[in-house]
């Protein structure tokens, strides 16, 4: 009914004799609404852990990519069967996960031309994106290992030309729910000079960035003391608001429990001040698998609130539906405040454009249960972890023989488990693989506070070490202007 009133009342102001003419400038705005999530990962003493470049909803094949080498595959199989596998990267301390713009013409237009959109990421690489875009990324090359250090001075950038914006086109074939899931919206499509289309741009990122709240646990009571974390450019904001937060908890089992948080006032006092003190305990009678539907209503309520559209709350949800409310483990969700992201995360369209944004905050919190599971193995004589890692090597290569190529692909990419693949994993890999889907992060995070021999043979024998980037002619080239369809100089 709202995008209907909108619409009604964009029409009413075009005149008649104007309302054929479909490739002409509107006076009225181009209506352009974004929706994305910024994730990460904090220690208990609410400090960023760096090395999430992990991707956990790799989208369709034809999507660009800056690199092939900088993200993690949410595969089961360990690193070291993959020649040239990605490592974690210490500077990575952020991800900008799938934000995708919407286009809504006004009144009776059904196509404007010569649209142009440009977004930069502060202090991170934008290094997925979909249509075709012109990239400028400091530090990055194709070549495997070839990125340098990330900082938060860095400034990458993606420039969509002369889009033709209208029509109803969905883009490549794609099964991939990640895609299909934002696809659910009623927008003009856009399409490039050179042919590609979908509904919806689309783009991600990795970042050397702080969140906006950090959260940090008491080990002894387990309250959570979640305090404002805003860099200087913020922190005399008086109006700098987070109107909506929620603290979830996800058990093994996927029974959901969640609060509803009140609204946080970041600005106006420094950076550091306390927001809110919460338990980060819930009692075993608050999980059930009902709350997972109770978590999503909230959340839709108050991205319609913020001024998306019903249908692209929608998919917003929809497409995080594992890793919002599936996935095991405790997090802190909150709706970013728009000079925030507007600070990060500058967005330009040419032409007349009014802009919703509307990006989702979620701070993954170290459990103890995480903490138990690295202990364990931290515990464990080094010979057996070795001799564990060896087992595991020799069945996994014994069984590429007696599989087909579809099944072997579908472990590889992380689609099927090992146990479903038929393979026995030991001890210490199945307290690994419990640790989710930051769990390189978490083990480097692990051994650097506590080393011990146990850990060292693990990421050993495992290949997890992280990546070292340097100040080479190499890892620290410019990418610049980088055409997807050309080869890298």
């Known amino acids: 009914m709202r995008r209907k009133?909108?619409?009604?009342?964009?029409?009413?102001?075009?005149?008649?004799?104007?309302?054929?003419?479909?490739?002409?400038?509107?006076?009225?705005?181009?209506?352009?609404?974004?929706?994305?999530t910024f994730t990460s990962l904090q220690n208990e003493a609410g400090q960023a852990i760096g090395g999430i470049n992990t991707d956990d909803e790799p989208v369709p094949r034809f999507v660009h990519r800056l690199t092939d080498w900088l993200l993690?595959?949410?595969?089961?199989?360990?690193?070291?069967?993959?020649?040239?596998?990605?490592?974690?990267?210490?500077?990575?301390?952020?991800r900008l996960e799938t934000p995708v713009l919407y286009f809504h013409l006004p009144g009776a237009w059904t196509r404007i031309p010569e649209v142009s959109v440009t977004a930069r990421f502060r202090g991170g690489w934008l290094t997925e994106f979909y249509p075709n875009a012109l990239a400028d990324a400091p530090g990055v090359s194709k070549d495997p290992g070839g990125f340098g250090p990330l900082r938060s001075d860095t400034v990458s950038t993606l420039a969509w030309n002369s889009l033709d914006v209208g029509g109803d086109e969905n883009g490549p074939p794609s099964n991939e729910h990640?895609?299909?899931?934002?696809?659910?919206?009623?927008?003009?499509?856009?399409?490039?000079?050179?042919?590609?289309?979908?509904?919806?741009?689309?783009?991600?990122?990795?970042?050397?960035?702080?969140?906006?709240?950090?959260?940090?646990?008491?080990?002894?009571?387990a309250e959570l003391v979640l305090r404002s974390h805003l860099p200087r450019e913020l922190a005399g904001r008086e109006s700098l608001e987070v109107k909506s937060a929620w603290l979830v908890d996800v058990d093994a089992y996927g029974a959901v429990a969640f609060r509803m948080l009140p609204a946080l006032r970041l600005g106006g006092t420094g950076t550091d001040k306390v927001l809110l003190r919460v338990s980060g305990d819930f009692a075993p009678r608050e999980y059930n698998e009902a709350n997972r539907e109770r978590l999503r209503s909230s959340l839709h309520r108050a991205l319609?609130?913020?001024?998306?559209?019903?249908?692209?709350?929608?998919?917003?949800?929809?497409?995080?539906?594992?890793?919002?409310?599936?996935?095991?483990?405790?997090?802190?969700?909150?709706?970013?405040?728009?000079?925030?992201?507007?600070?990060?995360?500058?967005?330009?369209?040419?032409?007349?454009?009014?802009?919703?944004?509307?990006?989702?905050?979620?701070?993954?919190?170290?459990?103890?249960?995480?903490?138990?599971?690295?202990?364990?193995?931290?515990?464990?004589?080094?010979?057996?972890?070795t001799a564990e890692a060896t087992r595991l090597r020799?069945?996994?290569?014994?069984?590429?023989?007696?599989?087909?190529?579809?099944?072997?692909?579908?472990?590889?990419?992380?689609?099927?488990?090992?146990?479903?693949?038929?393979?026995?994993?030991p001890r210490s890999y199945q307290l690994y693989l419990a640790l989710g889907r930051f769990r390189n992060a978490l083990l480097l995070d692990e051994v650097a506070r506590r080393p011990?021999?146990?850990?060292?043979?693990?990421?050993d024998a495992h290949r997890l070490q992280g990546y070292r980037p340097a100040e080479t002619s190499v890892t620290a080239r410019r990418q610049s202007l980088f055409d997807p369809g050309t080869s890298t100089p």
Not at 6 to 24: D, E, K, M, T
Not at 345 to 373: C, D, F, K, Y
Request: negative net charge; proline residues 8%; glycine residues 8%.
């Open 452 to 459: 011990t021999p146990a850990l060292k043979a693990f990421i």
């Open 5 to 36: 009133a909108l619409q009604l009342s964009l029409l009413l102001a075009i005149p008649l004799h104007l309302a054929n003419l479909q490739a002409q400038p509107t006076p009225e705005p181009l209506i352009v609404h974004e929706w994305g």
């Open 304 to 385: 319609v609130a913020e001024g998306l559209f019903d249908d692209e709350a929608q998919a917003l949800l929809d497409t995080w539906e594992l890793s919002y409310f599936k996935s095991a483990g405790m997090r802190v969700f909150f709706l970013v405040p728009r000079a925030w992201t507007d600070l990060y995360l500058p967005l330009s369209v040419s032409g007349h454009a009014q802009i919703t944004r509307v990006m989702v905050g979620r701070i993954e919190l170290v459990t103890p249960q995480q903490r138990s599971n690295l202990q364990q193995i931290a515990q464990m004589p080094a010979a057996e972890v």
């Open 72 to 94: 993690l595959s949410p595969t089961e199989v360990p690193a070291n069967f993959f020649q040239g596998a990605p490592s974690c990267h210490p500077d990575v301390t952020l």
């Open 394 to 425: 020799d069945d996994y290569y014994g069984r590429i023989g007696t599989t087909g190529p579809e099944q072997l692909r579908q472990v590889n990419t992380g689609r099927q488990s090992l146990e479903e693949y038929g393979i026995s994993v």
């Open 178 to 221: 990640v895609w299909t899931a934002p696809r659910g919206v009623r927008a003009g499509s856009v399409r490039t000079p050179g042919g590609e289309a979908e509904r919806f741009l689309f783009y991600r990122g990795v970042g050397h960035i702080d969140a906006p709240i950090a959260v940090a646990r008491n080990a002894v009571t």
